[in-house]
């Protein structure tokens, strides 16, 4: 019956890791699923997930929060961008992963990641420049500071995803090993 959940588990946080493409906390379910599986299922007879590996992968998804924000704000800083467009950038970037996901790509499974990633990029580049023209600035502003928003969503997104695929496997290797 173990393996039935560890199998479950597994499964389970990495459907969470997919979630990441939709700008959802992927991550930090991938830590709340391990931690309830923790507690119900104690460690015995060499099986079970370990305390240890629940610190762990909560330390890597909050690592993983600050490698996204980090590349995000940096693309958008990097380009002279205010705070306004950052803030608008993220809000851009959450509207254009959902509306990304939607209206995706017809490839089942992959095209709405796909669709939630594009999205999401291109959300924040709208959201950057919508701030910076809103302050005042000109569109030259404001699709440079747009483009540095836009790579740096790809590249944080691309960051979190592998961050959150260790936290998969870490979790996989002490749940069968």
Not at 159 to 175: C, Q, R, S, W, Y
Request: net charge positive.
């Amino acid at each position: 019956m173990y393996y039935l959940w560890a199998v479950l588990l597994v499964l389970g946080n990495a459907t969470a890791w997919s979630t990441n493409a939709l700008s959802l906390p992927g991550n930090w379910l991938i830590v709340a699923l391990t931690a309830i599986f923790a507690l119900l299922i104690p460690e015995a007879d060499g099986r079970g997930i370990s305390w240890t590996v629940v610190g762990l992968v909560a330390g890597l998804a909050a690592f993983g929060e600050v490698v996204e924000f980090a590349a995000g704000a940096a693309g958008a800083g990097r380009r002279g961008g205010s705070r306004r467009g950052m803030a608008l950038a993220v809000l851009g970037t959450l509207i254009g992963s959902i509306v990304g996901a939607f209206a995706g790509i017809p490839i089942p499974l992959l095209g709405p990641v796909i669709g939630a990633i594009a999205g999401g990029a291109l959300g924040a580049f709208a959201g950057a420049w919508a701030g910076e023209i809103w302050i005042g600035r000109g569109w030259r502003d404001g699709l440079a500071v747009g483009q540095g928003a836009l790579i740096g969503r790809l590249l944080g997104t691309a960051g979190k995803l592998a961050i959150g695929a260790v936290m998969v496997v870490v979790v996989a290797v002490d749940a069968f090993f």
